[in-house]
């Protein structure tokens, strides 16, 4: 017993023998100070790298809320971060004004791509369904990574394998696009293999594109998004 109570007053090895003598509440107690006296004394301790190594380490558990704040569960609370403004609503970070290993670990998931940022929100790929983040204000069909197309952007067409410039993204489906023929792009045979969902992106041809034969002069078609691969894509595959 007294052995036990000894050992307990070493830091570190007390939590050892906390079902030890009639003094269970205090060490208990003593217990908990030692833990929350360690966290603290971490705290004071450590400096950044430290700190972003528990970030990266520790278990917790990240959820973006509407608001564009942050839910933060780990083993000791759940708090709230707000990446935006720099805050969480921890000790650490409230009485410290630290940037605390929550906040580290919303920013880091919001830079690895693994969140969304504060001014975004989850949205799904119209064309493959995958999710991807949007500005918080955004409308009108969202689209991955991979399908997602900017004007200007160079894409080969997977049919024929030529190369177009993308002149818009438009808000219309493939079976709902009509071409100057008056026909709905998904009922082309060569569109036959692509999703009559997806958005239609509209391109002009490059070969024919020159000094005095502009993107706004061309003649303008549409396509459903899977169709057209990112040129810089082709390249990276490989193949
Ligand atoms: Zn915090
Ligand atoms: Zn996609």
Do not use: W
């Amino acid at each position: 017993m007294t052995r036990s109570r000894d050992a307990c007053a070493q830091p570190g090895r007390g939590r050892l023998y906390t079902d030890g003598s009639g003094t269970d509440s205090s060490e208990t107690d003593s217990s908990e100070t030692d833990s929350s006296g360690t966290d603290s004394s971490e705290t004071d301790d450590e400096n950044d790298e430290d700190r972003s190594r528990r970030a990266r380490r520790e278990s917790m558990t990240v959820f973006p809320l509407r608001d564009r704040r942050y839910l933060v569960d780990t083993a000791g609370g759940t708090y709230i971060v707000a990446l935006d403004v720099g805050t969480c609503s921890c000790p650490n970070h409230e009485i410290r004004g630290s940037r605390c290993k929550h906040l580290r670990r919303v920013a880091m998931a919001v830079t690895e791509g693994a969140l969304p940022a504060p001014d975004e929100r989850v949205s799904v790929c119209a064309v493959c369904g995958v999710e991807t983040f949007v500005p918080l204000t955004a409308s009108g069909p969202h689209l991955c990574a991979r399908h997602g197309f900017a004007r200007g952007d160079a894409v080969r067409d997977r049919e024929t394998g030529e190369t177009l410039i993308v002149t818009g993204v438009t808000d219309e489906r493939a079976d709902e696009y009509r071409t100057d023929e008056g026909r709905p792009v998904d009922e082309y045979p060569t569109n036959a293999e692509y999703g009559a969902h997806e958005p239609v992106i509209e391109a002009v041809y490059a070969e024919p594109l020159g000094p005095t034969h502009g993107v706004d002069d061309a003649r303008r078609y549409g396509f459903p998004a899977s169709r057209l691969v990112s040129i810089e894509t082709t390249v990276e595959t490989g193949t």
